[in-house]
């Protein structure tokens, strides 16, 4: 018999390392960075998610802090920065003073945009994690929502196919590579089961 608390202690322990092995295989991602922030409820507290995504809406990182200021806004820039560099070509944010001081203090050259509506690509990404925020009942934790979040991204840009951009065989290429590479990374043998 394998329970529930079995399971959800095998993502615990497994769900990190996957993530890390993905990530290294995914490439190079794009090269203009759409960042947003959202309310979300921990515990019945308010707090927020700070999201980058790529001009593709491969999501590159997440925060989850208490607060939406100049020192958030930093933190999430040099977690950025460090794992991708100064790649970005662009930088598109809402309005929000938090992020031109951030970009300020640290002496970033990017161009940064603030028009109206060119943020909607990194609004439109938080729908994947209401929805998972209500199928989960809310998340229990700051440390619980960062590590799931922050898993459940770079395990969505993996299976997550731009569908509508491709022909039919170029989809199926792609998504039977994503499960050959999953497959792989799990370190699940192939039984020859036919499904």
């Not at 794009?30 to 927020?48: A, C, P, R, S």
Request: hydrophobic share 35%.
């Amino acid at each position: 018999m394998v329970s529930y608390e079995t399971i959800r202690q095998w993502c615990l322990k497994f769900t990190p390392s996957y993530a890390k092995s993905l990530r290294k295989k995914q490439g190079q991602l794009g090269d203009q960075w759409f960042l947003d922030e959202i309310f979300i409820k921990i515990n019945g507290k308010q707090h927020y998610l700070w999201r980058a995504v790529d001009q593709d809406n491969n999501e590159l990182d997440i925060l989850v802090t208490k607060k939406r200021d100049k020192k958030c806004a930093l933190k999430f820039f040099r977690k950025l920065f460090k794992r991708y560099g100064t790649t970005a070509n662009r930088i598109a944010t809402d309005k929000l003073k938090s992020y031109p001081a951030a970009l300020r203090e640290m002496g970033c050259d990017i161009p940064h945009d603030t028009t109206r509506c060119h943020n909607n690509i990194a609004e439109i990404s938080h729908q994947k994690t209401r929805q998972q925020q209500r199928q989960m009942r809310q998340f229990k934790s700051v440390c619980q929502a960062q590590r799931f979040l922050s898993c459940h991204g770079v395990i969505n840009n993996h299976f997550r196919q731009q569908r509508h951009l491709l022909k039919a065989r170029h989809y199926r290429f792609f998504r039977d590579r994503a499960f050959d590479e999953w497959a792989e990374v799990a370190g699940v043998q192939n039984l020859g089961i036919a499904a």
